[in-house]
């Protein structure tokens, strides 16, 4: 861990799995309880260097970063049964609409959900673990006052470099050219390749193989608002 990483993290999300108090908030309840594809967040940490063992199969790992409720996690899985591919979500709700989807969509051997707080990934994963990483549509927190809450940051450019594997992609799909832009300066001093960049893939297609392209929730709301969603892709 870098100095520079501690320092430039926001007020951490309390990820220890809490004693269950449904009256603050219902969803928590069933997300202690929801058992497989739900991971907790304590399983989570002791998952170190050995996320294979966590699937039915050990396969590559792919994360995707903000699940919310587990459109792209589940499609992604269904497409990819030879990845083993995990999304982390911060809200109870989420997780187990997303971890509901992971069942109806039969992927519950290579598709997991779990809460971590993303800031704090680097609990979670060793060196070189991760053969994938996808950002769909992160809160993008315009407001300069909101500045330090901003993800796409060197931090977290370097936490990526380190994790994922050499030669595996970064994947950002948002309606934010903040987030764009962003991801971009933060992987400057860092072993990655811009390979694609698109502006509006509703008009310029997606820079990804069709078939790993799932619509998710939020992009959903920006297209039919008619406005562009943007696409990039990173190589480590
Ligand atoms: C704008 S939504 C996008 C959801 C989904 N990826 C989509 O495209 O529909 C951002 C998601 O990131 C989650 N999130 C925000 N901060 C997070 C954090 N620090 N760790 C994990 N998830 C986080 C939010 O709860 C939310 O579900």
New binding site residues.
């Given amino acids: 861990m870098t100095q520079l990483g501690r320092h430039s993290r926001p007020f951490r999300?309390r990820c220890t799995d809490p004693v269950s108090n449904p009256e603050f908030n219902p969803y928590l309840r069933r997300y202690e309880e929801f058992g497989s594809p739900v991971v907790l967040s304590r399983e989570a940490a002791n998952a170190c260097g050995r996320w294979g063992q966590v699937f039915a199969q050990e396969q590559p790992v792919h994360l995707e970063?903000?699940?919310?409720?587990g459109f792209?996690l589940a499609g992604i899985a269904q497409v990819h049964p030879e990845w083993n591919v995990l999304g982390?979500?911060?809200?109870y709700k989420?997780i187990v609409t997303a971890a509901k989807k992971i069942r109806a969509f039969g992927v519950e051997d290579n598709a997991r959900i779990t809460r971590?707080?993303?800031?704090w990934l680097d609990e979670v994963f060793a060196a070189g673990e991760l053969s994938g990483i996808y950002l769909?549509?992160?809160?993008p927190w315009p407001k300069e006052k909101h500045q330090r809450n901003r993800l796409l940051c060197p931090f977290f450019a370097e936490w990526a470099a380190r994790t994922l594997k050499p030669g595996s992609e970064m994947r950002l799909k948002t309606d934010s050219l903040l987030n764009l832009r962003q991801l971009e300066a933060a992987i400057m001093d860092q072993p990655f390749e811009i390979v694609a960049q698109v502006e509006d893939i509703g008009r310029n297609g997606v820079p990804w193989p069709a078939d790993e392209e799932i619509t998710?929730?939020?992009?959903r709301k920006f297209q039919n608002m008619g406005l562009p969603v943007h696409g990039m892709v990173l190589r480590r």
């Fill in positions: 999300v970063i903000g699940s919310g409720n792209f982390v979500e911060i809200r989420r971590y707080d993303a800031w769909n549509h992160p809160d998710t929730n939020f992009q």
